[in-house]
């Protein structure tokens, strides 16, 4: 992975935890919370066409906003373990395949495109 590439995701990470310091506090996250943002993720990581993996990345990002905006306290839980879990992940990218960081590129390209790091109104 290049380093400017890393510099940008650090920076990223930096500013993610600047707007959800709460999220970001503890990362330790119970295993029911952890559960629940895996079952989450295994959705998009089990797809195996482009059109199934854009699929679920959509339901994926339609329900981390409907999590962003909950405010039942687990499905924030939820939200949060899995920012923190996406952008933990990045450290370890240079040692998955094409498929998955394809995978992975575009859940990164649709949580910002549907300004999920912004802090809500």
Known sequence: ?????????????????????????????????????????QQVFKAETDEEVDLRIEELVQKMQEYKQSEVRREQEIFACMLHSLFDEYRFLHRYPQEYLTKIAKLYGAIIKNNLLETPL
């Not at 650090?10 to 919370?33: D, G």
């Open 1 to 41: 992975m290049k380093a400017e590439t890393l510099t940008k995701i650090s920076e990223v990470v930096k500013r993610t935890n600047e707007i959800f310091p709460q999220h970001f506090e503890s990362a330790q996250h119970s295993e029911e919370i952890e559960e629940g943002a895996n079952e989450n993720f």
